[in-house]
Every structure is written in structure tokens, then in C-alpha cells.
């Protein structure tokens, strides 16, 4: 069955903050500045917000103040917007740094859901090192898939981009959507994400730094936030879809589409790649099903198959 959801990132100019204000009036100037953002977002009705990373951090602030701040604002901000994930039937990725009861601080993405509760919560693995060593904050350690009401979803922030073991792990744990909230954009390592997870990508990052993007499980880009729209990107996704590779499946799916017409949608992302993600948005059967009636093959099946090939060959040079 087709799974359609409309994701959308949103990351407006980073929040300065007045440095006079007290506690209590830079949490008023945040929640300010995010509804009125927020409003231009959820007018979309998006299933899925993600917000920057540090979203909430006042960056003009000394780190003295900063912390003040951010012991007075607790769960305050993160509340308010569960308030507003309930009021809009909308999930929201808050992305910030986050007060354990212990004391200790983490740099957390909260999965904010539609009925008002916390999926889950995801916390950086790679910090800058001056997070840890100067703001206090702690390294995470998991790389927990978040089981949200329309999707299995994962969590990347920032800095984790450049890592390899953080990657490895989602590649293993395959994730339908990778949630990247950032003071980063990356660059090419964000179509390499998607090809190596086989997730949707959604990266908000703020106009200093780039700029806000959705790519597809084979790498293609299927929105960016632009100089009319510079803060917001969105696309309507069907999270129930296939990755295969191009060889001893294009004779088959050339059948399949001539049997099932418009319904059956091939995403081929540039010609190079060799992979293929597919689609099916009607009724007369399932993907799983047209999988079955042309012999198709994923590309985790081929690509293993081909590993045990060379393994049990009898040709390997020595």
C-alpha cells in the first residue's frame, strides 16, 4: 500500500537573543520566533516539521548566559511545541540542547508526535569536541530507530555526517527517513547518506550555513529551500518503496510498466548510479506483490548475491 506523508524542513535565520533580556524574555522572544515560522509551515499541513539543530539557542549569549538560559528554559520550549504538534496534527523533530535530571546536557533531536507525546529522542554521537570540553555536553551513544505513526525514522546531527560508524549502523538498522538537523549542510555527503541507508533525506539547515533539502533513498533531490523560499523545503513522499539495481531488472520492470501504466513509478536519479527506486501509487495489487509477479530483486538481495558469488568462486586470482 502506498504510504504518503509530506515532510517539510524548516530553518529560518539562526535566533541572536539580547543578551539584556532575562531568562524569561529570551524564552518569550524564542516561542515568538517560532510561531511565527512555524505558521507559514504548518500552513502546508506537513506530517513532518524538522527544525535546525540548537534550534533554540540563543547565539549572541556568552556560554555563562547561554547556560543561565537554558537551566531557567528546561522542557518550556519543547512543551510549547508539543502543544502545537497536537493542536495541527503535525509530528515535529526538535532539535536542542537538552537538561538531564543528573545535570549533564545532551545535543538531542525529540520526536515530537501528532498526539502529543515523545516517540523518541535521539542524541549526537560525534560532537565538536568544544561541546563537550567547554559547554558540557555528554556524547550520545545509540543510533535508536524511532517508531513514529507514519514511519521508522532516524536521527543525524550535525557534525555525525562526517562519520562512518554512525552511517554503518543505519545501513544495518534501515531507517524509512533520516532526520538531519544542522548548523552544517554536508554537501555531497548527504546523497551518499541516502544511498548507503536507502532512507529519505531531510536536512534543515539554516540560510548561514545552506540551506534546507529532501532527498530521495537513491540520492536525487527532490526539493531545496530557494532564494523566494529561503527558510522551507517540502515534498509529498511515499514511504513504501523498493531499491534495486538497474541489471537483470529493467527487462522486467519495463513489463510491469507497461501492464501497470502510470501507477508504477520508476525513479532512475541520473542515469549513473545503476539504482532504481520504485513506487506504486494504485489498487489493483501491492508492490510486494508486483515484486513477486516480475521476478524483481532488491538491491540488498543482488548486492549480497553477488558478494557470495566472488566468495564461492572458484575464479578468484591468488
Request: glycine share 6%.
Amino acid at each position: 500500500m502506498s504510504r504518503q506523508v509530506r515532510i517539510l524542513a524548516l530553518a529560518p535565520h539562526k535566533y541572536s537573543g539580547n543578551p539584556s533580556h532575562t531568562p524569561q524574555q529570551c524564552l518569550d522572544d524564542v516561542i515568538r520566533h517560532w510561531d511565527r515560522h512555524l505558521a507559514d509551515a504548518l500552513a502546508l499541513a506537513p506530517d513532518l516539521i524538522v527544525l535546525p539543530e540548537a534550534c533554540d539557542r540563543p547565539n549572541s549569549f556568552s556560554l555563562e548566559k547561554r547556560l543561565e538560559y537554558y537551566e531557567y528554559r528546561g522542557d518550556k520550549v519543547r512543551d510549547h511545541l508539543l502543544e502545537l504538534a497536537l493542536k495541527h496534527r503535525c509530528n515535529i523533530a526538535y532539535s536542542a540542547a537538552r537538561l538531564l535530571p543528573d545535570g549533564s546536557y545532551r545535543n538531542s533531536t525529540q520526536f515530537l508526535s501528532r498526539s502529543g507525546k515523545i516517540d523518541g529522542i535521539y542524541d549526537k554521537n560525534h560532537l565538536v569536541p568544544s561541546e563537550n570540553t567547554e559547554a558540557g555536553i555528554l556524547y550520545g551513544s545509540e543510533a535508536p530507530i524511532i517508531n513514529t505513526d507514519f514511519g521508522r525514522v532516524g536521527g543525524v546531527i550535525c557534525f555525525d555526517i562526517h562519520y562512518d560508524e554512525l552511517r554503518e549502523k543505519y545501513m544495518k538498522s534501515r531507517p524509512e527517513l533520516l532526520v538531519f538537523s544542522s548548523n552544517h549542510h554536508g554537501g555531497l555527503l548527504q546523497p551518499y547518506w541516502a544511498y548507503c541507508t536507502q532512507a529519505y533525506f531531510i536536512g534543515a539547515v539554516p540560510v548561514e550555513h545552506g540551506y534546507c533539502t529532501i532527498l530521495n533513498p537513491v540520492g536525487k533531490l527532490l526539493a531545496e529551500s530557494t532564494y523566494r523560499s529561503p527558510y522551507l523545503a517540502f515534498a509529498d513522499v511515499d514511504l513504501d518503496y523498493r531499491v534495486m539495481h538497474w541489471d537483470e531488472n529493467w527487462p522486467k520492470l519495463l513489463e510491469a510498466q507497461r501492464k501497470y501504466g502510470r501507477e508504477l513509478h520508476i525513479c532512475e536519479p541520473d542515469g549513473h548510479l545503476g539504482l532504481l527506486m520504485l513506487t506504486y501509487s494504485g489498487d489493483k495489487t501491492s508492490l510486494d506483490g508486483i515484486m513477486t509477479e516480475f521476478g524483481l530483486e532488491t538491491w540488498d538481495s543482488y548486492y549480497n548475491r553477488c558478494v557470495k558469488a566472488r566468495h564461492d568462486a572458484l575464479g578468484i586470482e591468488q
